[in-house]
């Protein structure tokens, strides 16, 4: 029993309230502030997930989404517009075909060499594979 006289006197560290507070610290409550990190959110994104930067049309449509969901803070606002890219097809397409290597394509390479990108980064589904020229002696 003596090991619970210690928890009688016990306060957490973080009661709901400091914790809203806490939360609400992180919220950007300025519109201007708001507005220029989405738009940079949004490029950036794009750029990570598609590989190109969005349209106007684009842009606003996923600003739009922003705006309704209500994200508030930075990490919200990233992955509301991660999230809603990375299930496009387009998206899928673009990692498949330069992203990181799969097993099979690992597998290949150990046999055939190193997989040949062209110069935007994207597979070509070739090998370098350089064969030593084998001499034969007649004779």
Known sequence: MASLKFFRNYEPAYTPETFQNLLNSYKISDPQKWEDFSNRTI?????????????AQEQQDVYDYLALSGAQTPSEITSSVTSQLSMRPESVQYLETTGPMTDEETKMSSYYG???RDV????????????????????
């Open 43 to 55: 490029k950036d994104s794009f750029q990570a997930l598609l590989g190109r930067q969005p349209g």
């Open 120 to 139: 935007s980064g994207a597979k070509t589904g070739r090998y370098s594979s350089r064969l030593s020229p084998i001499n034969y002696q007649m004779g």
């Open 114 to 116: 190193k997989p040949v």
